[in-house]
């Protein structure tokens, strides 16, 4: 038992980086309903229990704990909707079970609430990101022009000073600080003749370790960042008027159309570079410039990153043919001699994480049958899977 409290732990740890969880966890009311179909979670890191009580640590790892047998989800981020990782675990599914079996391994069942945790887990790895260069950050510091309102270590009498920033363990303070004063500083930046600084890729992390590594020196104590609850994080969009800009008025861009699966610190330096722009259009229509606090920026850059995750298209009726297709009816026709239910008797699911459930927990049985008359599983497109869970939401009723 100490052992699993102890993986657990660690996991956290890595995969939280600059973030503290411990004190935000809710195991017992861990998902929100968005949307008849699209849900959000309020811990997404829920989903590491689910890794370590089905066993699937075992043969895979996180950052380097864990199993050598499978991808490491931390170095490998998934990257797609739930139907891209239900096609991933379906096409795996031989070669799991394979594995399973040579360790004697006992396949484990999950249910519709497990496969959701485990979903959002496996895609808020990518969002959690990767530690900054510190280096990379030190020459950021100079190049963007900081150090000519900034004093950094060294405290300058006309320099306002970014010692206090070490004991902020989260880039997104930083980020949280910087937004909240971002008229004040552009205003400034412009008056001292420097271009106001854009960031790409990484930069923003690279910036916020190197300030942290300066400021960390003899601070042990520091106080850390929830690393986001986007159903807080929804409230928070319409509540600081982004929703009105952005979907209801349509004075900025529709963010729908921008690509925010990306990690907290690449989306927090998306925001500042837009900053400008965006007073501009609220001091233009006299909308109160949006201050936040607390936890307030990860919660809103946590819903961010998941309410625009990938589209996937399907139908009910591409879903019928692919049932003919790939040969399910061979085996779920009405009175088959397989006592297998019938495509009619099947569900009804209610989303697709229910559906999945009940597929991936008899895939077992399924090959079994499949290799019993010499034939393999067939492959399934993302677009397929979703295609067949809405046929199978008809129960069958669009006929054969």
Not at 276 to 287: G, P, R, V
Request: aromatic letters at 10%; one cysteine or more.
């Amino acid at each position: 038992m100490k052992a699993k409290i102890l993986f657990i732990s660690t996991l956290v740890v890595l995969t939280t980086i600059y973030f503290l969880n411990g004190k935000t966890l809710d195991i017992k009311n861990s998902q929100g309903v968005q949307s008849k179909e699209q849900t959000l979670p309020q811990n997404p890191l829920n989903g590491r229990l689910v890794l370590e009580n089905k066993g699937c640590i075992n043969c895979h790892s996180v950052n380097g704990y864990g199993g050598k047998t499978a991808p490491d989800f931390g170095r490998h981020n998934f990257i797609g909707s739930e139907y891209d990782l239900i096609s991933n675990m379906w096409d795996h599914s031989p070669e799991m079970f394979k594995q399973m079996d040579a360790k004697n391994t006992a396949k484990q069942e999950l249910s519709s609430e497990d496969f959701r945790s485990l979903r959002y887990f496996l895609n808020y790895l990518r969002y959690l990101g990767n530690s900054g260069n510190v280096t990379k950050g030190k020459e950021l510091f100079a190049k963007m022009k900081c150090n000519e309102c900034h004093s950094i270590d060294q405290v300058s009498p006309h320099m306002i000073s970014l010692n206090k920033m070490g004991i902020y363990a989260s880039p997104v303070y930083l980020a949280q600080v910087m937004w909240n004063h971002a008229a004040k500083m552009q205003k400034m930046q412009k008056q001292s003749g420097i271009k106001v600084p854009l960031f790409k890729g990484d930069e923003f992390s690279d910036l916020s370790s190197y300030i942290q590594s300066v400021n960390s020196n003899g601070k042990k104590e520091k106080i850390y960042m929830s690393p986001g609850n986007p159903l807080k994080g929804e409230k928070l969009f319409k509540s600081k008027k982004c929703f009105y800009c952005h979907e209801q008025s349509h004075i900025g861009p529709d963010l729908t159309k921008y690509n925010f699966n990306k990690s907290v610190t690449e989306i927090a330096g998306m925001m500042w570079n837009h900053s400008s722009s965006m007073q501009s259009e609220m001091t233009k229509n006299k909308i109160v410039y949006p201050v936040f606090k607390n936890d307030e920026m990860a919660n809103l850059i946590s819903y961010l990153y998941f309410r625009n995750q990938a589209q996937v298209k399907g139908s009910a009726e591409e879903g019928k043919k692919l049932f003919l297709q790939k040969g399910c009816i061979s085996c779920h026709s009405k009175g088959n001699s397989y006592n297998a239910p019938a495509v009619s008797s099947i569900g009804p699911f209610h989303n697709s994480d229910s559906f999945f459930s009940d597929l991936w927990n008899h895939l077992p049985l399924m090959e079994k049958g499949l290799y019993a008359k010499g034939q393999s599983l067939p492959k399934l497109l993302p677009s397929e899977i979703k295609s067949l869970y809405l046929y199978f939401r008809t129960n069958g009723k669009t006929g054969i």
